[in-house]
């Protein structure tokens, strides 16, 4: 019967633990006003998943410490001495897991929201101090006393979770319209403008490609290291593809531009879509076992105009392929390929609204150079001559073979339209990272065999030779005055030990790289203005405002991120000051 009253204790203490997660889901989204019935629902969902898991924990810590124990202890129902240990480990967690999601999402929240939740952590912090008192006192007091701890527990215990309620604000952010550009009346800029060709990678990492490239096994890359500049970004958190190149097309962070994350996600039907998944709480495990439903986020969820639409309004043409979050496609001066054009069915394309590409008239080329792209062989170098199994364990939906298909189209359609700006997504370094990084850094791993580091170690390197070769082309097309950036959102790094686990555990045990603790991005920048040599350390969004600068353009005072005008020569920057506009928003 004792092992029955340990467990109605363990179950309090994950009730109240779940509660606090509850309040943490809360505070990261502002913008989801808390219904009762949505507080019900999602208060459901998180129960039946850490509540039932912390309850175990719980269950089996008083059972071990039973088992080490001097005297037999047998716990009333709800026990005051049991709970207030309880209650003190799952609010001090709490307190932990509050300051911690502040402080790693502080640039999706807005500046109210971040404070509330540090204020939220100190009085979490207080309670558990509270908390902590009442059970080292609880053994030496008497009957009476006992009592008053009890009410003293009891009254902490429903501040804790009472309180950061009553500080929610349920105000919530009200979303800023993007109006469509009527482009085919802008004017067209007057004189010569130079050319500007991006390369945007995800995952790259510029401490990978640099030896690489002075060994002479990235000659493009090395190139570039060699006569331009190099600077490493700071990236953001979450470090999805969707708020990073937001980030970096609007040049503004994810609480103005509207995307905190890749996707939005529903508990029930009764709850409004949450933006952003606590971090330190294995949150992802929700969506991955269903407990959570995931809805990918698409270019309505941007709230500030992007690269393309800034460029277009002021009549410079643009190519734009495969950029994340640009479906569906919005009108543009030159072409726009979204990021979902290889899902896109054929005939849905020619005979639908053209919703993954524009304009209309550029689909039958960019149809036939995907086309050709899926026959080429082998399909990607990289992954030539690799068994069957290990080409699955990319992905099932190939982002290897996305690069060939978006490359080619990028190519054949830029034959046609020129742009001005050209910008073109390479996404598979992302996807072999996460699989074979373990085999390309088998010491931070320990676990790789001789025969596994063979057979897949330099499959990485080969991956890294693929974009390089891209890079090169990029390179003998520029013109004399024409810039080329190679820009990395995020790098990769090894998944830590219990991450590893834990894939494991559900699933998925060929997971090795992540960038889920925002190790830096990196920009390259190669032409007859940019000023050789390493540069100190930027961020992702320096990048919009640093193009303006470049094609003599005014940058955004309501943009977060700088012109990086030491990129340039000197001779470049004293007849090319910096000019502002107030905002490209309408």
Not at 318 to 343: E, N, Q, T
Not at 399 to 412: F, H, K, M, S, W
Request: hydrophobic share 45%; glycine share 8%; with cysteine.
């Amino acid at each position: 019967m004792r092992y029955l009253r340990m467990l109605t204790n363990s179950m309090m203490g994950g009730a109240l633990g779940a509660a606090y997660i509850v309040i943490l889901f809360v505070e990261l989204n502002p913008g989801t006003t808390p219904t009762l019935a949505s507080l019900v629902s999602l208060s459901g969902t998180l129960v039946l998943f850490y509540g039932l898991n912390l309850t175990v924990v719980f269950y089996g810590l008083i059972v071990l410490g039973q088992l080490f124990a001097v005297e037999v202890f047998s716990p009333g129902w709800l026990s005051v001495r049991l709970l207030a240990w309880l209650s003190t480990v799952a609010c001090g967690a709490a307190t932990v897991l509050m300051w911690l999601n502040a402080q790693d999402f502080a640039v999706a929240l807005e500046e109210h929201t971040f404070r509330r939740m540090l204020q939220i952590a100190v009085i979490l912090f207080s309670c558990t101090l509270v908390m902590f008192g009442v059970a080292v006192l609880q053994v030496s007091l008497s009957r009476r006393r006992s009592l008053l701890a009890a009410f003293v527990l009891m009254a902490s215990i429903g501040a804790s979770v009472a309180v950061p309620l009553a500080l929610r604000s349920t105000a919530s952010s009200i979303p800023v319209e993007s109006k469509s550009l009527d482009v085919a009346t802008m004017p067209s800029p007057s004189g010569p403008m130079p050319r500007v060709v991006m390369l945007i990678l995800d995952g790259a990492s510029l401490d990978y490609i640099t030896p690489a490239a002075a060994e002479g096994r990235l000659p493009n890359f090395g190139r570039i290291l060699d006569t331009g500049a190099a600077l490493h970004l700071t990236t953001i958190r979450p470090t999805q593809p969707g708020p990073v190149w937001t980030a970096v097309a609007t040049g503004k962070l994810p609480v103005k531009n509207g995307v905190r994350s890749a996707a939005t996600y529903a508990a029930g039907a009764n709850v409004g879509l949450i933006e952003l998944l606590p971090d330190h709480c294995f949150s992802r495990a929700l969506v991955h076992l269903g407990f959570l439903s995931e809805h990918p986020n698409d270019s309505s969820s941007v709230r500030a105009p992007p690269l393309w639409t800034i460029l277009s309004s002021l009549g410079i043409s643009v190519g734009i392929v495969g950029w994340p979050l640009s479906h569906p496609v919005a009108p543009v001066r030159g072409f726009l390929i979204s990021d979902r054009f290889h899902v896109a069915e054929a005939a849905l394309i020619e005979g639908g609204e053209g919703r993954a590409a524009y304009p209309r008239e550029a689909l039958p080329a960019a149809i036939e150079a995907a086309a050709a792209a899926e026959t080429e062989t082998p399909p990607i170098p990289a992954l030539a001559g690799l068994e069957e199994g290990a080409l699955q364990q990319v992905a099932s939906d190939d982002p290897t073979a996305r690069d060939r298909l978006y490359g080619r189209v990028a190519l054949e359609l830029d034959r046609s339209y020129r742009p001005q700006v050209l910008a073109v997504r390479y996404q598979g370094l992302d996807a072999v990272g996460h699989r074979f990084l373990r085999y390309a850094m088998p010491r931070s791993f320990g676990d790789v065999s001789e025969q596994e580091r063979r057979q897949y170690g330099d499959v990485l390197e080969r991956y890294y030779a693929f974009v390089d070769g891209a890079v090169g082309v990029a390179l003998s097309s520029l013109g004399v005055n024409d810039l080329l950036l190679v820009v990395s959102g995020f790098g990769m790094e090894p998944v830590s030990l219990g991450k590893r686990l834990l894939a494991r555990a559900i699933g998925d045990p060929d997971l090795s790289g992540t960038h889920e603790r925002a190790p830096d991005g990196f920009m390259l920048a190669y032409g007859a203005n940019v000023a050789p040599g390493k540069l100190p350390l930027g961020s992702i969004i320096d990048v919009l405002p640093t193009v303006l600068y470049f094609l003599g353009l005014p940058v955004g005072r309501d943009m977060d991120g700088y012109a990086r005008t030491d990129l340039f020569t000197r001779a470049y920057t004293t007849e090319r000051p910096i000019t502002f506009i107030p905002t490209y928003e309408k």
